[in-house]
């Protein structure tokens, strides 16, 4: 039996709400001139009045970002973590964040058996497997954490601060990333932009899908977990989180330029720590990072035209053993790259292509 703290005993004794009204992204993540959150629940006790109601696709898979294997390294052993960037006018994101060893703030873990529970829980919304390109609505309390606002437990394993994910029926894939430059995110001092009014810098793309083209490699070592330096011409750096998938496990096949998409976040500071986490890759030369495929956009340029048609009909008859065709032009979704995806890419790609 858990030993519920205060804010628990208080929600226990009062009638559960229904989820109010969705929220806006914008809305929860405003901070004041020193990086402070200004929501009016964000930190505010946990009552039902002050659930926090929020919709948006899913940025990345959860098992790409943090380890949410029981008793994982790390001070707070298994950890689970989504973003989920708001759509339309929405410019904004949130992280929905759960760990495990909550005696670290003064709280109580969660066991082996309960923490299995939430991991099934929100990995399958009623049955569905959440993935990257999901459409969700999230409900749960608030908590500022160094300049951004995650939706979290507030650091207890107490079911009545569970935040909830649900499946909206929904999943348009992921958003087009914004293409922005450091120079957006940096000032010419290599300093971090940051706006309180959050229409432009960092604040600006924070918890968002983002794509920084033409970068290098600066410093740092490659590998699941590790932590990438980038630069451009102009001088300025970023920092690009590798998250945990497999591929980058692998070699890197990158040329000495290349862009790199990911989801611009904030650690650390309350009015800096920009980074970028990346969440895959899938051994290209020019492209670091997931970027939604136009289907029949064979070589990635964001395009599907002549190009596209004339590298397909080449690679025939070897193109359906090779995943780079696998995945682009199995236009008809078969299972397999033959003629009649050849022919369907023929005829569309002068009206959907470029």
């Known amino acids: ?20 009204a969705a929220e806006t992204h914008r809305q929860v993540q405003a901070v004041d001139a020193a990086g402070y959150a200004t929501y009016f629940k964000v930190g505010a006790i946990p009552t039902p009045d002050n659930l926090v109601t929020l919709e948006g696709i899913v940025l990345n898979n959860p098992e790409d970002m943090l380890d949410p294997a029981y008793n994982a390294p790390g001070w707070m052993g298994a950890q689970w973590q989504i973003f989920v960037q708001g759509e339309g006018d929405d410019h904004a994101g949130t992280a929905v964040w759960i760990g495990q060893k909550y005696s670290r703030m003064g709280d109580i873990d969660y066991t082996a058996e309960e923490w299995a529970a939430e991991m099934q829980r929100l990995n399958y919304p009623a049955g569905h497997h959440l993935r990257m390109g999901d459409r969700v609505r999230v409900t749960g309390y608030a908590l500022g954490y160094n300049g951004k606002t ?94 945990r998938n497999p591929a980058f496990a692998q070699p890197s096949n990158l040329q000495a330029t290349f862009d790199v998409v990911g989801i611009f976040n904030q650690e650390g500071a309350y009015t800096s720590g920009y980074r970028l986490w990346v969440m895959g890759y899938d051994g290209s030369a020019d492209l670091l990072g997931f970027a939604e495929l136009k289907a029949g956009d064979i070589n990635r340029d964001g395009y599907v035209n002549a190009i596209d048609l004339l590298t397909l009909a080449s690679a025939f008859p070897s193109a359906s053993g090779d995943p780079r065709y696998n995945e682009a032009c199995d236009l008809n979704n078969d299972g397999a790259v033959n003629a009649i995806d050849l022919l369907m890419l023929a005829h569309d790609w002068p009206r959907t292509g470029s």
């Open 150 to 243: 995650n939706i979290n437990e507030r650091h207890s394993s107490s079911p009545m601060l569970d935040f909830h994910v649900e499946y909206l029926g929904d999943s348009p894939g992921l958003p087009e990333p914004e293409v922005i430059t450091l120079a957006d995110v940096k000032d010419a001092a290599n300093l971090d932009i940051f706006d309180p009014t959050r229409l432009t810098g960092g604040e600006y793309y924070q918890a968002r899908l983002v794509r920084i083209n033409d970068v290098q490699i600066l410093s740092g070592t490659w590998g699941p977990g590790q932590t990438l330096t980038v630069t451009d011409t102009t001088g300025r750096t970023l920092p690009v989180v590798l998250g």
């Open 1 to 20: 039996m858990r030993n519920p703290t205060f804010a628990v005993m208080l929600a226990t004794a009062l009638t559960v709400a229904a989820p109010a």
